[in-house]
């Protein structure tokens, strides 16, 4: 099956210092990429889209300039948390698309921030 | 997407069969019923996904109600290594070509394997 990647898996960062999390898609290409953040106990919570070779697509409430996302390659996407502060620390997942009909997504094991 | 309705939690015995529920009486005709499940501090995974027919894979099973309203996902022989949060998601066919696409995840079922 598809295999996507995040690294780091836990990062533990000072507040008002940037982290950058990257999400690979191991064997297979994806134009499009997903980024989501879980809070404990809760589900996951879409943050937003990323296309290759455009901008992302934020959900509401997401800020576009604290969460910038970059996908530079078909295989390639980061979420870079500039600024972090301790209300930033959860627990960040990608996922990628496969196939465009029934759109199966597949994640990433996720990303721990920790903020202090 | 169609909302969908779960239990909040269900428990089984290892290595017996296990049915969660899931309740969609807003599906559309195009909506895909797929399943995912999350193992504790890990990313969800995919499991199974239908559109009328049963659908069967090596992890599980899909049954779906002949009026779509309902779908069941059977573990044939629950293992310990299947508790988690198991999420029903309707997703409509096709690819808008951008925009938010991703998948809304409920509070789904937490499975709770006794040994």
């Known amino acids: 099956g598809a295999v996507v990647s995040q690294h780091p898996s836990w990062v533990i960062c000072k507040s008002g210092t940037s982290v950058k999390i990257e999400c690979r898609s191991l064997?297979?290409?994806?134009?499009?990429m997903f980024w989501y953040r879980q809070f404990p106990k809760q589900s996951l919570m879409l943050m937003a889209t990323?296309?290759?070779?455009?901008?992302?697509?934020?959900e509401q409430g997401v800020e576009k300039d604290k969460f910038l996302i970059n996908h530079a390659s078909l295989t390639l996407s980061t979420l870079t948390v500039t600024s972090a502060h301790p209300e930033d620390s959860s627990f960040y997942i990608c996922s990628a698309r496969v196939g465009q009909i029934q759109e199966t997504q597949y994640f990433g094991p996720g990303t721990r921030l920790l903020v202090l | 997407d169609a909302k969908t309705t779960q239990p909040n939690s269900m428990e089984s015995n290892e290595e017996e069969p296990v049915h969660l529920p899931c309740n969609h009486s807003?599906?559309?005709?195009?909506?895909?019923i797929h399943w995912y499940r999350q193992l504790p501090s890990q990313g969800p995974e995919y499991v199974i996904h239908g559109l009328t027919s049963n659908v069967n894979n090596r992890m599980a099973s899909l049954a779906i109600a002949e009026d779509r309203k309902s779908s069941t996902l059977i573990l044939h022989r629950a293992t310990l290594r299947d508790a988690a949060v198991y999420y029903c998601?309707?997703?409509?066919?096709?690819?808008?070509?951008?925009?938010?696409?991703?998948?809304?995840f409920g509070k789904g079922t937490h499975l709770i394997i006794q040994p």
């Open positions: 807003t599906i559309s005709g195009t909506d895909y």
């Open positions: 990323s296309n290759e070779g455009s901008k992302a697509t934020y």
């Open positions: 064997d297979f290409q994806a134009t499009t």
């Open positions: 998601i309707l997703r409509a066919s096709g690819y808008s070509g951008g925009g938010a696409d991703g998948l809304t």
